[in-house]
Nanobody, 119 residues
Framework: QVQLVESGGGLVQPGGSLRLSCVGSGTSLLSYAMGWYRQVVGKQRELVAVISSDGGTNYEDSVKGRFTISRDNAKNTVYLQMNSLKPEDTAVYYC?????????????WGQGTQVSVSS
C-alpha cells in the first residue's frame, strides 16, 4: 500500500521559513511526478509546486522566488522549502505523487500538514 506522510508544518511569523517533507512508502517515487498542493477551507485545492521525475520544476506564480521544491530519490522524499512566508500562504499543504503507466494513472495523496503564517 502506497503512503505519503507529510511533516514540517506549523505556526510561523510573516517573513519566516518552513520546510515541508513528504516521505513515501510502499513504492519507489522515482518515476512519479511529485507535487505540493494547498487548500484553504471553502476553496479548491491548488497546485503550489511540482517536480517531474527528471527534476524539472514548476511553480504557482504567487510562490515563485520564495518556495523551492526538491526531491531526494534515495530517501524517497520530496521537500518544499518555503521562505518569506506571507499570511496568504496559510493553508493545509498536501503532497501528491502521480504517474501514468500505459492506460493507468497512479495518483496518491498525503494526509496534509497545516501551515499557519501569523504574527
Amino acid at each position: 500500500q502506497v503512503q505519503l506522510v507529510e511533516s514540517g508544518g506549523g505556526l510561523v511569523q510573516p517573513g519566516g521559513s518552513l520546510r515541508l517533507s513528504c516521505v513515501g512508502s510502499g513504492t519507489s517515487l522515482l518515476s512519479y511526478a511529485m507535487g505540493w498542493y494547498r487548500q484553504v477551507v471553502g476553496k479548491q485545492r491548488e497546485l503550489v509546486a511540482v517536480i517531474s521525475s527528471d527534476g524539472g520544476t514548476n511553480y504557482e506564480d504567487s510562490v515563485k522566488g520564495r518556495f523551492t521544491i526538491s526531491r531526494d530519490n534515495a530517501k524517497n522524499t520530496v521537500y518544499l522549502q518555503m521562505n518569506s512566508l506571507k499570511p496568504e500562504d496559510t493553508a493545509v499543504y498536501y503532497c501528491n505523487a502521480k504517474k501514468t503507466w500505459g492506460r493507468s494513472t497512479f495518483n496518491y495523496w498525503g494526509q496534509g500538514t497545516q501551515v499557519s503564517v501569523s504574527s
